[in-house]
C-alpha cells in the first residue's frame, strides 16, 4: 500500500464550490512503500515490542501521535467511497459523524506537524545506529536494516529520507497558505 503526504488550506473547507471540484488538494507526495508499513505497524506489531515508529519516538524522545494521527483523515474521495458501502441512513450518518469528528481534529496541524517532523530528523541524526535499536515489530515488513539506517543516500529508501521529504514538502505548502497535511493511502495493484 502507498501513501502519499497531502495539503489543503482549511479555509476553502467552507467554499462548496472548491470542495466539489477538489481543488483544496494543492498537491500529494509519494512516500516510500516502507513508511506506509511503519505507518500501520502499530496496529498490525505482533510481538511484546510496540510498532517501529513507536521504538524510534522512544529513542529519539520525540512524540510521534501528531504523524499517527495524519492517517485519520478521510478526503472527500475516501469518505464518499466509504459511506456508499453502507446500506442504511443511520449507519451513513453515524459514519460521517465520526469522519467529520477525526477531520475537524486534524484541521490546521501543519505547525505541529512541521515541529515533530523537525524534531524527529533531529533525533535520528543524532542517533548512531538506530537500525541496531529496534526490535522487528514483524519481520515480514522489515527483512532489512537498510531503510532504519542514519545514512541519507538519495536514492535509498529510508526513514530518514521519508522524513526529509516530509519536511519539504510542508515547507513547499506553506507558502501556499496550507495549514492542514494528512496521509492519504493508495492501493497499489
Known amino acids: 500500500m502507498a501513501v502519499s503526504i497531502c495539503a489543503f488550506n482549511s479555509t476553502e ?3 462548496q464550490e472548491l470542495i466539489d471540484d477538489g481543488l483544496n488538494l494543492f498537491v500529494d507526495w509519494e512516500l516510500s512503500d516502507m513508511f506506509s508499513d511503519l505507518l500501520l ?3 498490525i506489531a505482533t510481538g511484546e515490542e510496540p510498532g517501529e515508529l513507536d521504538q524510534i519516538a ?3 524522545n520525540v512524540d510521534v501521535e501528531t504523524i499517527y494521527q495524519m492517517s485519520n483523515y478521510w478526503d472527500r474521495e ?3 467511497e466509504h459511506l456508499s458501502r453502507l446500506n442504511s441512513e443511520t449507519d451513513k450518518a453515524k459514519q460521517l459523524e465520526i469522519i467529520q469528528k477525526n477531520n475537524n481534529s486534524l484541521v490546521g496541524n501543519i505547525e505541529k506537524v512541521d515541529e515533530t517532523i523537525r524534531m524527529l530528523e533531529i533525533g535520528i541524526l ?4 538506530l537500525e541496531t535499536l529496534l526490535t522487528k515489530s514483524n519481520a515480514e515488513y522489515y527483512n532489512n536494516n537498510l531503510y532504519f539506517s542514519t545514512e541519507n543516500k538519495p536514492y535509498q529508501s529510508s526513514l530518514l529520507n521519508d522524513i526529509i521529504k516530509i519536511k519539504e514538502f510542508i515547507e513547499f505548502v506553506k507558502p501556499l497558505d496550507a495549514d492542514t497535511v494528512y496521509f492519504k493511502f493508495k492501493t497499489v495493484y
Open 13 to 15: 473547507l467552507t467554499n
Open 41 to 43: 505497524s502499530r496496529d
Open 58 to 60: 522512544r529513542v529519539v
Open 78 to 80: 475516501q469518505e464518499v
Open 126 to 129: 543524532r542517533t548512531d545506529n
